[in-house]
């Protein structure tokens, strides 16, 4: 496995100028917050979104100047692919980039596809929601008549 140095990733900045955004606005509007914490006098909230055409991104955004983070991660392969840092307004410094794959077209792909992806991880979420709800209803039927059985009306 191979890391890049930050001289090494000047050509990529296009790329990140792509991604970063793309991946915020994506966590802003379908990713999970699992949580937010002080640190150094400012609040800090961590984001993740799995399974978007393959790739899981996590981030944590700061308040108050303490900088942003990003990760994103390949989901077949759990193997992290990009870790940056950035401030508002700043270039991004970018700590992790993996040479190996060809995770960046993909990436590039999923977020020509961001419609039809996110469509399709409604339509799962929906199909997921209504396989519970037959499950519960399952339940309590299976319950309900192991109450009547109770008081003979079997």
Same mark, same amino acid.
């Given at each position: 496995?191979?890391?890049?140095?930050?001289?090494?990733?000047?050509?990529?900045?296009?790329?990140?100028?792509?991604?970063?955004?793309?991946? /915020?606005? &994506?966590?802003?509007?379908?990713?999970?917050? !699992?949580?937010? %914490?002080?640190?150094? @006098?400012?609040?800090? =909230? +961590?984001?993740?979104?799995?399974?978007?055409?393959?790739?899981?991104?996590?981030?944590?955004?700061?308040?108050?100047?303490?900088?942003?983070?990003?990760? /994103?991660? &390949?989901?077949?392969?759990?193997?992290?692919? !990009?870790?940056? %840092?950035?401030?508002? @307004?700043?270039?991004? =410094? +970018?700590?992790?980039?993996?040479?190996?794959?060809?995770?960046?077209?993909?990436?590039?792909?999923?977020?020509?596809?961001?419609?039809?992806?996110?469509?399709?991880?409604?339509?799962?979420?929906?199909?997921?929601?209504?396989?519970?709800?037959?499950?519960?209803?399952?339940?309590?039927?299976?319950?309900?008549?192991?109450?009547?059985?109770?008081?003979?009306?079997?």
């Amino acid at each position: 496995m191979s890391t890049v140095t930050q001289w090494q990733v000047d050509p990529r900045t296009t790329w990140l100028a792509r991604w970063i955004p793309f991946v /915020v606005g &994506l966590l802003q509007d379908r990713g999970k917050i !699992l949580g937010g %914490y002080p640190r150094f @006098g400012c609040t800090r =909230t +961590v984001c993740e979104l799995r399974d978007f055409a393959n790739f899981a991104f996590r981030a944590t955004f700061g308040m108050n100047g303490d900088g942003n983070t990003m990760e /994103v991660y &390949l989901v077949d392969r759990p193997i992290s692919v !990009l870790d940056v %840092y950035w401030q508002d @307004g700043d270039r991004p =410094t +970018v700590n992790f980039f993996y040479l190996e794959s060809g995770w960046p077209k993909a990436l590039d792909d999923a977020i020509a596809r961001k419609n039809e992806i996110l469509a399709a991880m409604d339509r799962s979420a929906a199909a997921q929601e209504e396989e519970k709800a037959r499950r519960q209803q399952a339940q309590a039927m299976r319950a309900l008549a192991k109450g009547s059985g109770q008081f003979g009306f079997v």
